[in-house]
């Protein structure tokens, strides 16, 4: 069946409508099933009927024997459907969350508009209307202000923002197609936005009164297709086959048609990269890389922290942090800041953070003499300040949360030991943590960068979430796209460094050390604990 689905995209279609079919399989087992409900499960063989019934209704008749020939089941003229598919299988749907593409099919479907009821939308009923039908701008469905000059889109129903995603108007607003790309998963699906993209191209072009309407149509087209194009090449994740199939449905359906030959080749080119872009990354010449700086004794199992060269270390643990980071897409970040259950890999971020917070801390505690617990709390700062030579700041900034924890602060002999080259140090860095002035030195830094970085994502989260709670979702039940702009401004400041690595080896050896922290750590109470028993309260001298 597989190469009749990929020849013939009528029935590919025709087959992902059925899908809940396959997905629900005791849909009809109704307990008290009604005359007008269906009293037991459909087979495969009248699925496969329906499918062969469909066909020839169409005239599709070498695709029918292809299917007959792939399943070996015959076409019987005996079978015909009593009831509509829809109606069949949609008891089974009311309580199920399967996805019901059957929904919104229309019982005489125009020309080849069929395929755009691939999609539920997440707006109410009343809402959904065609995007040519919902009429002209007023107070009521769209609204903007004036920034600098500049018309900003500020609210808009879902219609409006995408018809000024594809109106010359919006020209004006470099951004908001990149705020849109990235935010709208907080407002609706990738399917209704493809939808939405579609029915904005597929304007009757007998409604066009005037050479100059019809001019403006093929602009809008256009813009419509440079659009998808734009959102597969940049955000390729968003992407299933499913959606990949009703581009390509579109490119037959619509621009083929309308010899749109150029938007064609556009569009296919996006599309038969879209799996190379999703598995390359960005190559890097070994010959760059600096010179490693291992100990002798690196395979030795014995080998500790103090003989790693700072630099090697604070390599391998900014190799380790990119690798999570990198992982990190934006509706993770987006969806964070409204629920606050963080995604694996925001919450290893995270939780990476905090281990390397307490490994310092405890590190250093485990040392019974003041002069020798110097000697790593130095150790810490000539790393901590490797780190911000690399503008690896969420290490950065969790060895400085070790290093001036309450537990670890409040040893006073322990720092006295410290040479003034390294208290120095340490007060720098400790700029990047100043909360009374929300972290501004660290903020101004990455506004600055353009290499290579690995953020603090602490404080973009909070971020995000303040913006969450001051901006409604919604105003006058229109999509608050002002908000939408604040939380791209943060999550695009996160994640524009996840394209550019760090050319450095990795060093398993060394990583295998740094990796797993868990065991070399304890929790505050037993830091403070053990603090106050290294340098006892009102202690006049320490060993």
Same mark, same amino acid.
């Given at each position: 069946?597989?190469?009749?689905?990929?020849?013939?995209?009528?029935?590919?279609?025709?087959?992902?409508?059925?899908?809940?079919?396959?997905?629900?399989?005791?849909?009809?087992?109704?307990?008290?099933?009604?005359?007008?409900?269906?009293?037991?499960?459909?087979?495969?063989?009248?699925?496969?009927?329906?499918?062969?019934?469909?066909?020839?209704?169409?005239?599709?008749?070498?695709?029918?024997?292809?299917?007959?020939?792939?399943?070996?089941?015959?076409?019987?003229?005996?079978?015909?459907?009593?009831?509509?598919?829809?109606?069949?299988?949609?008891?089974?749907?009311?309580?199920?969350?399967?996805?019901?593409?059957?929904?919104?099919?229309?019982?005489?479907?125009?020309?080849?508009?069929?395929?755009?009821?691939?999609?539920?939308?997440?707006?109410?009923?009343?809402?959904?209307?065609?995007?040519?039908?919902?009429?002209?701008?007023?107070?009521?469905?769209?609204?903007?202000?004036?920034?600098?000059?500049?018309?900003?889109?500020?609210?808009?129903?879902?219609?409006?923002?995408?018809?000024?995603?594809?109106?010359?108007?919006?020209?004006?607003?470099?951004?908001?197609?990149?705020?849109?790309?990235?935010?709208?998963?907080?407002?609706?699906?990738?399917?209704?936005?493809?939808?939405? *993209?579609? %029915?904005?191209?597929?304007?009757?072009?007998?409604?066009?009164? $005037?050479?100059? =309407?019809?001019?403006?149509?093929? @602009? /809008?087209?256009?813009?419509?297709?440079?659009?998808?194009?734009?959102?597969?090449?940049?955000?390729?994740?968003?992407?299933?086959?499913?959606?990949?199939?009703?581009?390509?449905?579109?490119?037959?359906?619509?621009?083929?048609?309308?010899?749109?030959?150029?938007?064609?080749?556009?569009?296919?080119?996006?599309?038969?990269?879209?799996?190379?872009?999703?598995?390359?990354?960005?190559?890097?010449?070994?010959?760059?890389?600096?010179?490693?700086?291992?100990?002798?004794?690196?395979?030795?199992?014995?080998?500790? *922290?103090? %003989?790693?060269?700072?630099?090697?270390?604070?390599?391998?643990? $900014?190799?380790? =942090?990119?690798?999570?980071?990198? @992982? /990190?897409?934006?509706?993770?970040?987006?969806?964070?800041?409204?629920?606050?259950?963080?995604?694996?890999?925001?919450?290893?971020?995270?939780?990476?953070?905090?281990?390397?917070?307490?490994?310092?801390?405890?590190?250093?505690?485990?040392?019974?003499?003041?002069?020798?617990?110097?000697?790593?709390?130095?150790?810490?700062?000539?790393?901590?300040?490797?780190?911000?030579?690399?503008?690896?700041?969420?290490?950065?900034?969790?060895?400085?949360?070790?290093?001036?924890?309450?537990?670890?602060?409040?040893?006073?002999?322990?720092?006295?030991?410290?040479?003034?080259?390294?208290?120095?140090?340490?007060?720098?860095?400790?700029?990047?943590?100043?909360?009374?002035?929300?972290?501004?030195?660290?903020?101004?830094?990455?506004?600055?960068?353009?290499?290579?970085?690995?953020?603090?994502?602490?404080?973009?989260?909070?971020?995000?979430?303040?913006?969450?709670?001051?901006?409604?979702?919604?105003?006058?039940?229109?999509?608050?796209?002002?908000?939408?702009?604040?939380?791209?401004?943060?999550?695009?400041?996160?994640?524009?460094?996840?394209?550019?690595?760090?050319?450095?080896?990795?060093?398993?050896?060394?990583?295998?050390?740094?990796?797993?922290?868990?065991?070399?750590?304890?929790?505050?109470?037993?830091?403070?604990?053990?603090?106050?028993?290294?340098?006892?309260?009102?202690?006049?001298?320490?060993?």
């Amino acid at each position: 069946m597989a190469r009749v689905m990929k020849k013939h995209l009528d029935v590919l279609e025709l087959h992902e409508r059925l899908r809940p079919l396959y997905d629900y399989p005791s849909f009809c087992r109704e307990p008290n099933p009604s005359r007008s409900q269906v009293k037991e499960v459909l087979s495969f063989n009248q699925v496969t009927q329906y499918l062969l019934h469909y066909l020839k209704e169409q005239g599709l008749d070498a695709a029918r024997a292809s299917l007959e020939r792939e399943t070996k089941i015959k076409y019987s003229e005996e079978f015909a459907p009593l009831t509509s598919l829809s109606a069949l299988i949609s008891p089974a749907l009311v309580t199920s969350e399967v996805f019901d593409p059957l929904n919104a099919i229309e019982p005489d479907p125009v020309d080849d508009e069929v395929y755009l009821s691939n999609f539920r939308s997440d707006l109410d009923a009343e809402d959904d209307v065609n995007i040519w039908d919902e009429g002209p701008d007023t107070l009521t469905n769209i609204t903007f202000e004036s920034v600098r000059g500049t018309t900003l889109l500020q609210t808009g129903s879902l219609n409006k923002l995408v018809t000024w995603l594809t109106s010359e108007n919006s020209t004006g607003d470099s951004k908001f197609r990149n705020v849109f790309l990235l935010c709208y998963p907080t407002f609706t699906t990738a399917p209704m936005v493809l939808r939405k *993209l579609i %029915e904005r191209y597929s304007c009757d072009p007998s409604t066009l009164k $005037t050479e100059e =309407d019809k001019k403006n149509l093929v @602009a /809008i087209q256009t813009r419509v297709v440079r659009l998808i194009k734009q959102w597969i090449d940049s955000r390729h994740g968003d992407w299933t086959d499913q959606l990949t199939e009703t581009v390509k449905l579109f490119i037959n359906n619509k621009l083929l048609p309308n010899q749109h030959h150029e938007l064609v080749k556009l569009l296919s080119t996006s599309i038969s990269r879209m799996d190379v872009k999703q598995s390359e990354g960005t190559l890097l010449k070994v010959s760059t890389f600096p010179e490693v700086k291992v100990p002798k004794n690196i395979f030795s199992p014995s080998l500790s *922290l103090d %003989e790693i060269h700072e630099e090697e270390i604070a390599r391998q643990l $900014t190799l380790i =942090d990119y690798s999570i980071y990198t @992982a /990190i897409q934006p509706i993770e970040l987006l969806q964070n800041s409204i629920t606050k259950d963080y995604s694996p890999k925001v919450t290893e971020m995270i939780q990476r953070f905090n281990e390397i917070s307490f490994w310092v801390a405890t590190s250093i505690i485990d040392i019974a003499s003041a002069k020798n617990r110097a000697t790593i709390v130095t150790k810490f700062i000539n790393i901590a300040d490797h780190l911000r030579a690399m503008n690896s700041f969420n290490t950065l900034i969790g060895i400085i949360s070790g290093l001036t924890c309450h537990p670890i602060r409040r040893l006073k002999f322990t720092f006295r030991e410290l040479s003034p080259a390294s208290r120095n140090t340490l007060n720098e860095l400790i700029l990047y943590v100043d909360l009374e002035n929300d972290f501004l030195r660290y903020k101004q830094t990455l506004h600055e960068l353009n290499g290579t970085c690995v953020p603090y994502i602490g404080i973009h989260l909070r971020d995000l979430v303040i913006i969450n709670e001051t901006f409604p979702n919604m105003e006058k039940k229109l999509i608050n796209f002002k908000k939408r702009r604040y939380q791209y401004a943060v999550v695009s400041s996160v994640l524009r460094f996840q394209k550019k690595p760090y050319a450095f080896h990795s060093i398993q050896q060394i990583q295998r050390f740094l990796v797993d922290l868990s065991d070399c750590v304890v929790d505050e109470i037993e830091l403070y604990k053990v603090s106050t028993m290294v340098e006892p309260r009102g202690a006049t001298s320490v060993n």
